[in-house]
């Protein structure tokens, strides 16, 4: 008895990195084990790019000023599947209970599932961008297009982790995500859009600075606003 | 260890609990009894930290609820009718997952410690969506006695589990209750939890409406007092 | 059930008398305009109409705000009566906008900042209610509304911030300098220019006698499903 108390003198609680750390490692090795959700997402945003080709008849001529729209497109729907994915895991076996009871900040389970998140999100542009040059024999590897491409997926995923997690505690559950998600991140997607093809049409820095700044503030701002509502989406 | 005066929980406009008062002694096995509905899981969700309160004082290990809530969390070990356990993961890996959630010392050193308190030292590298509902509720009791917490809440831990499976958990929980540790343990099967709590208490229509210690109470008459205290609080 | 106070009953009557007074200048007393003529007429209701849904958006933010700081029902049922009436009132600024914009622009419709974003807005509300629509728990049901309402507040002036870098604007600016690619801007004769304070005040007295009726109905609501918890 004594020994249980003395331990309970010294309780540590785990730092904020820490846990945001486990939650990132966790997150990452059951992806790595079942590739349940990267399949999915992958397959998906595929099939995405075939349905533009054959929608809109991807000619040299339309392709030009088309890319970056099927582009973003395949990341915004392709995106929506792994967000909810990713919190219908927590919400299955009652894991987010499992999370809240740790000694941790709540900010710590949003950033740590955001940052998962992220990387999925991530993995599959790295793997649809190098396919869709090949098979449209278009060049992609643009230093300004993967700037865009971190910029607008740190805004998607910071907005959609949080309304991901409000989507799996509804009744409606995953066919409420990109309702809730789209319309609320249509600024990432005109700004991404726009500056993905001002880099792919090689304009000047200055022209393509405006749409850059956009995703800067919009990132700064819903990462804040995130963090601060967070609270109220996981605690009764 | 634990204690809550008269405590209201509100969900909307429905009353769940209605002033409900509640002290459980450092070292007590507290059985909370009551018919489906009543109330417990939710009066266990304010104990976890994972509901606030309404109204009324809620005490656990020391510390005020909701206000405190982060210093009760690294003491409490909670175990409910689900595992919270991820299923793509293994047996070893979940417990240094929530072990580095509550920052444990040592956590190797403890991880092998508590496979084989839970007996699933062989199992140890496989996943726990394969394993079966017994052995997923007895990883769990791991996972919750893991930071080594002095208050423990069960949530009907029995759900779900076949005759052996349960008597197997009855093991368990005895072992990890000893030690000096509290528990909050709900349940509706009076059967099962008749040799393994210290205190019965009943609780019905959003209150305990009765209580009794079990050296107080003759053998074989839990029955007799659970459903003299449903009827009384009608 | 109580009955409406004395102050709401006052309301009801002066926002229909101020409505018909309203009419009556819009038809009367404002000069028809040069080159639009009767088609102009609508603009003093369409503006009217689009600064009602202004208020309800603004209302609703302030609401769910207020709701997560104080966690009282009442300003959840303030936030939905103020979205519900915002969805409206953006639905007919629209539709008016329409009907004026199609012998003006020569269309019905065109991907213009203000069009877009209120149409962006429209589709925020219905989340919005579809989302309150899969909560049982009114607890969380409020939580859930308020958090999505913030979020909706902060993303709707970014994105009509973004439209307007990508786009030049064809929509007529009333206050403030007129861009030279607006089309169907007018100037203002002074009896125009107090015609539209006028519509401005009528409907904002519209808007407090339909925000005030809605909240009564939300605590209606609320008080039914009160006594239907009590029969068990």
């Known amino acids: 008895m004594n020994n249980i108390q003395e331990i309970a003198e010294h309780k540590p609680t785990p730092g904020f990195f820490s846990a945001v750390g486990a939650i990132i490692w966790k997150d990452l090795s059951a992806e790595l084990r079942s590739r349940e959700l990267l399949s999915a997402m992958l397959v998906f945003a595929l099939l995405v790019v075939l349905i533009f080709n054959f929608a809109l008849e991807l000619d040299a001529g339309t392709r030009r000023v088309a890319t970056p729209g099927i582009l973003w497109a395949t990341f915004a729907f392709a995106g929506t599947l792994g967000l ?14 499992g999370l809240l009871l740790a000694p941790v900040d709540r900010s710590a389970i949003y950033f740590g599932k955001t940052i998962s998140n992220l990387a999925f999100m991530l993995i599959v542009e790295a793997v649809v961008l190098p396919i869709y040059s090949v098979l449209y024999n278009t060049n992609l590897f643009n230093p300004g297009l993967i700037v865009v491409i971190l910029l607008g997926s740190v805004g998607y995923v910071a907005v959609g982790t949080l309304l991901s997690s409000m989507a799996v505690q509804t009744r409606t559950r995953d066919v409420l995500l990109p309702i809730l998600l789209f ?12 500056a993905s093809s001002g880099f792919l049409q090689g304009l000047a820095l200055t022209d393509v600075m405006p749409y850059i700044n956009l995703l800067i503030v919009y990132d700064v701002i819903f990462i804040a606003a995130a963090y601060m509502v967070f609270d109220f989406v996981v605690e009764e | 260890m634990i204690t809550v005066k008269k405590l209201v929980k509100r969900f909307g406009l429905k009353t769940v609990l209605r002033g409900l008062d509640f002290e459980v002694q450092e070292g007590e096995f507290v059985a909370l009894l009551g018919p489906n509905g009543a109330g417990k899981t939710t009066f266990l969700r304010i104990l976890a930290t994972l509901s606030r309160p309404s109204f009324g004082e809620v005490r656990v290990a020391g510390h005020r609820l909701p206000a405190e809530a982060a210093a009760v969390r690294s003491n409490l070990g909670v175990v409910s009718h689900l595992p919270l356990l991820y299923g793509d993961l293994t047996a070893e890996e979940n417990l240094q997952f929530y072990g580095r959630m509550y920052g444990v010392f040592e956590l190797r050193k403890r991880i092998d410690e508590i496979l084989e308190l839970v007996g699933l030292t062989s199992r140890r590298r496989d996943l726990v969506r394969t394993f079966s509902r017994g052995m997923q509720q007895r990883l769990a009791i791991g996972r919750a006695i893991l930071p080594n917490p002095e208050v423990l809440l069960f949530d009907e831990p029995h759900t779900g589990l076949d005759q052996d499976a349960c008597d197997m958990l009855d093991g368990l929980l005895r072992e990890v209750a000893g030690k000096g540790r509290t528990v909050v343990m709900t ?3 009076l059967a099962r939890v008749e040799d393994l709590a210290s205190r019965f208490d009943v609780l019905s229509r959003g209150i305990i409406s009765a209580s009794s210690k079990r050296n107080e109470m003759g053998k074989n008459n839990l029955l007799d007092f659970y459903r003299k205290a449903l009827a009384a609080a009608v | 059930m109580k009955p409406q106070p004395v102050a709401l009953k006052v309301l009801n009557v002066v926002s229909v008398l101020l409505f018909l007074a ?3 200048m819009v038809f009367l007393y404002a000069p028809l305009e040069e080159t639009m003529n009767y088609v102009q007429k609508i603009f003093y209701f ?11 958006f603004i209302a609703a933010a302030v609401a769910g705000v207020v709701y997560l700081v104080k966690h009282d029902q009442k300003w959840d049922i303030i936030e939905l009566a103020a979205v519900e009436i915002s969805l409206i009132f953006f639905i007919t600024t629209i539709i008016t906008g329409s009907i004026w914009a199609r012998p003006v622009w020569n269309t019905w419709w065109t991907w213009d900042t203000r069009l877009t974003t ?5 589709m925020i509300y219905i989340a919005y209610l579809l989302l309150r629509q ?10 859930f509304g308020a958090v999505y309402t913030i979020i909706g507040a902060i993303s709707v002036p970014i994105t009509f911030l973004s439209i307007r870098i990508v786009s030049r604007t064809i929509h007529p600016v009333v206050i403030g300098a007129t861009n030279g690619t607006a089309t169907g801007s007018f100037n203002m004769a002074p009896q125009m220019l107090f015609t539209m304070f006028f519509a401005l005040f009528t409907f904002s007295a519209i808007f ?16 039914v499903e009160q006594l239907k918890l009590e029969e068990f």
Not at chain 3, 46 to 56: D, E, F, Q, R
Not at chain 3, 118 to 122: D, N, R
Not at chain 3, 134 to 143: K, L, Q, T, Y
């Open chain 1, 84 to 97: 909810n994915r990713s919190m219908a895991v927590e919400k299955d076996r009652g894991c987010l209970d």
């Open chain 1, 183 to 194: 319309p609320v991140v249509i600024p990432i997607l005109i700004a991404a859009v726009k």
């Open chain 2, 187 to 189: 349940s509706h099967d």
């Open chain 3, 22 to 24: 309203a009419l009556g």
């Open chain 3, 46 to 56: 369409h503006v009217a109409n689009a600064w009602v849904g202004m208020l309800g």
């Open chain 3, 118 to 122: 209120a149409t962006i807005l429209e």
């Open chain 3, 134 to 143: 899969g909560i049982e728990d009114p607890d969380r049901r409020a939580r």
């Open chain 3, 208 to 223: 407090v006698t339909l925000f005030w009726h809605r909240i009564r109905l939300g605590q209606l609501a609320q008080q």
